[in-house]
């Protein structure tokens, strides 16, 4: 993006960029989460809520998370491989700074269209549910680390799959995708992230965000809020939206709240 400023030019290619940044960003992103104070009054749920109604320890989860990146790494470097030029000294011409946005806007719209449907499907098939989706669910406290943590097929379908399609649709070049790829990592972590920081830029400018998707995370509102990771379009649009309130908790923190159904 923004021709020849982008900082990696002549060290690293833009399609090594674009398999491995999205992964390095999570672990950084996830990792200031992880190691912050425990901030309990900003938080969504206790640290007790956390301890016990989670069913997967922490080192579990991490090991699933390095498992589906492995794969979506596989997959990248198979589709730039594809997709770039036949000519290793060729070199992209880059498309202009509104056309990149736009196209970005396009990938984000694909991917949120692509998810939303197979996640629903996820929780409308019981096998699907009860063999596949259920283990991302066993997180019923969000965490920041744990936002990939997924069945391996889920992981391959809902996120390396759809990532793909979106980049595939909106006609971006690989450089390009590093910044789409990276906001949305980040976007996914800071949704499962379990904190309601003041000032947090997710949550200012989209509605679909950490409370949001808790909502999801939570018994009455497994039907609802399917929408991930951008807009929550297609819960408006098809009935699946679920709003939300945040209570100030006694002890402490926010309580993420259903209200009434829109």
């Not at 936002?147 to 799959?161: R, W």
């Not at 399917?226 to 309580?255: A, K």
Request: aromatic letters at 14%; proline letters at 4%.
């Amino acid at each position: 993006m923004f021709g020849t400023l982008v900082f990696w030019e002549g060290y690293v290619s833009d399609e090594m960029m674009g398999t491995f940044a999205p992964i390095v960003i999570y672990w950084f992103y996830a990792g200031i989460y992880q190691i912050l104070p425990p901030l309990d009054r900003f938080r969504l749920h206790t640290r007790k809520e956390e301890d016990q109604k989670n069913l997967v320890t922490i080192s579990t989860v991490i090991k699933g998370v390095l498992l589906q990146q492995l794969v979506q790494a596989t997959v990248a470097r198979i589709l730039f491989l594809v997709t770039g030029s036949s000519s290793p000294t060729e070199k992209l011409i880059q498309a202009s700074v509104p056309v990149q946005v736009i196209q970005i806007f396009i990938a984000m719209i694909v991917m949120d269209t692509w998810q939303y449907f197979v996640h629903r499907y996820m929780h409308q098939n019981k096998f699907l549910y009860r063999h596949i989706h259920s283990q991302h669910h066993k997180l019923v406290v969000p965490y920041a680390i744990g936002a990939l943590y997924n069945h391996p097929l889920e992981g391959l379908l809902l996120d390396t799959f759809g990532g793909a399609i979106s980049f595939l649709i909106s006609g971006m070049t690989a450089q390009t995708a590093v910044f789409f790829f990276c906001f949305a990592v980040m976007k996914t972590v800071d949704d499962h992230c379990g904190l309601w920081l003041p000032g947090n830029i997710f949550h200012i400018f989209f509605q679909n965000n950490t409370a949001y998707h808790d909502i999801h995370h939570q018994l009455q509102g497994a039907k609802y809020n399917y929408s991930q990771p951008f807009f929550s379009i297609w819960d408006r649009v098809l009935g699946t939206h679920m709003p939300y309130r945040l209570v100030n908790r006694e002890e402490g923190g926010f309580e993420v709240k259903p209200s009434l159904k829109s």
